[in-house]
């Protein structure tokens, strides 16, 4: 394409993101000549110095997108911080003056290399990781881990535990019986995966060489509040953070093993984030193909293989804006707020509204609900849908309605939203 002879320094003149961009392939000899002009506000011209060898501070590229934006309630791929996407959108061309952009780097060149290890040096902060954990960036999804733990960590014979607290659970456990002997200790089943059982009546098999636990079901949107210690053989606790990860403080040292799919809290989909205790690392089944076994994975930093640059570049960027909001802690605290005001308004519909979940494990992040005239959720979903408020239908197999409202959806989309429930209430009560 004749587009990309433009000389050093490179420029581009770019427009906010709207709905008329004007990215269109056949406009991109346009950009040759184009000047760098100041970041500005929507919908008119503003231009992204490309050619600057230094980061510049996540919170000062901020645009006001409002508008231009919908609040996406969608439970993953789900919604990036705007902040994050500006500041991806303005190093997308040349990022920080290596003349090209993230996309067409060497996973094995020294500006890639700093991507990764700042984000990985970026997640330790954030959930303090100790030393003897490693940290590695995947591909395959959450799902792929489900073979991949007891093929590292089991040999096929041995017993494992699993807590069911949730179709994704389930799924993990159905998986599992490919590579070991699991067992389900207690499932939610009957019950529609509504409860998380009292810890102490959990009977655990002494010789099981893990426990697993999804601390999130993000289809039933019950959340494990703390955590079962691991009465096993090994001490073990396993963990799929995939809907929860870095949505709040964590205590990594009580887990062997957590594993999270970026999609929902801290990227894009197409790479998976576990953190592995060091000792667990080095014992796969023989049969492991060399993409699922860990030793493989740690030995090489995780470039074994062309990883998802893009996806670990995002994932940087997110863990960057996550420190600078003071951590998790503060990104708890947010949570907590826009999760109160959704389940309060709930609670306080006088049953119009019923999030069916026990109050005690209700989820930060996912809040699945329903209208007491079920009649009225397609039209609930659809009126939503109009007032910029998407992907709030809940999943096909508990029907109802889903909010997910991960670290990214701003407290002014769940306030919104609210508003717009209420609102819906007093039309049809
Ligand atoms: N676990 C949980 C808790 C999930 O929410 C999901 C995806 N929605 C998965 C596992 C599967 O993840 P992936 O699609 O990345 O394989």
């Given at each position: 394409m004749a587009a990309t002879t433009s000389s050093s320094p490179h420029s581009l003149f770019l427009q906010t993101p709207?709905?008329?961009?004007?990215?269109k392939a056949n406009n991109f000899s346009s950009f040759t000549n184009l000047k760098i002009k100041t970041f500005s506000t929507r919908r008119t011209p503003m231009s992204i110095t490309c050619a600057s060898t230094a980061a510049a501070p996540i919170q000062t590229q901020i645009q006001n997108q409002e508008g231009d934006r919908v609040f996406n309630f969608a439970a993953g791929p789900a919604t990036l911080p705007e902040k994050v996407l500006a500041k991806a959108q303005s190093e997308l061309y040349n990022w920080r003056g290596s003349g090209m952009s993230v996309m067409e780097m060497?996973?094995?060149?020294k500006e890639f290399k700093s991507i990764i290890e700042k984000a990985e040096s970026d997640l330790r902060t954030l959930l303090n990781i100790p030393q003897e954990y490693s940290v590695l960036f995947l591909q395959g999804g959450a799902t792929t881990q489900f073979a991949a733990i007891p093929l590292n960590v089991c040999r096929p014979e041995d017993p494992v535990d699993f807590l069911v607290t949730g179709s994704w659970g389930d799924k993990a456990y159905k998986e599992a019986q490919k590579y070991c002997n699991p067992k389900v200790i207690w499932s939610g089943k009957t019950e529609k995966y509504t409860k998380i059982p009292s810890f102490e009546d959990l009977k655990q098999n002494p010789d099981a060489k893990f426990l697993h636990i999804c601390a999130n079901e993000t289809i039933h949107g019950v959340e494990f509040k703390n955590y079962p210690t691991p009465n096993n053989a090994t001490g073990l606790l396993i963990a799929d953070m995939s809907s929860n990860f870095c949505s709040k403080p964590v205590d990594v040292s009580k887990f062997g093993i957590i594993y999270a799919g970026?999609?929902?809290?801290?990227?894009?989909?197409?790479v998976t984030i576990v953190i592995v205790r060091?000792?667990?690392?080095?014992?796969?089944?023989?049969?492991?193909p060399v993409m699922l076994d860990y030793k493989i994975h740690d030995e090489n930093n995780?470039?074994?293989?062309?990883?998802p640059c893009y996806c670990i570049y995002m994932c940087g960027l997110v863990f960057d804006y996550l420190l600078e909001l003071g951590g998790l802690e503060e990104v708890e605290r947010m949570n907590k707020k826009k999760a109160d005001l959704l389940y309060n308004a709930i609670d306080g519909s006088n049953g119009f509204y019923r999030c069916p979940v026990e109050k005690s494990v209700r989820s930060l992040m996912n809040v699945p609900f329903t209208l007491e005239?079920?009649?009225?959720e397609a039209e609930f979903v659809k009126e939503a849908a109009k007032e910029q408020m998407v992907q709030l239908k809940g999943h096909r197999s508990v029907g109802g309605m889903r909010a997910s409202i991960y670290n990214a959806m701003p407290l002014a989309g769940v306030e919104k939203l609210v508003a717009f429930m209420k609102d819906f209430q007093a039309k049809h009560a």
């Open positions: 709207n709905r008329n961009h004007p990215f060497s996973h094995r060149g970026a999609q929902k809290n801290v990227g894009p989909s197409g060091k000792d667990l690392i080095g014992h796969a089944q023989e049969s492991t995780s470039l074994y293989n062309t990883p005239k079920s009649e009225l």
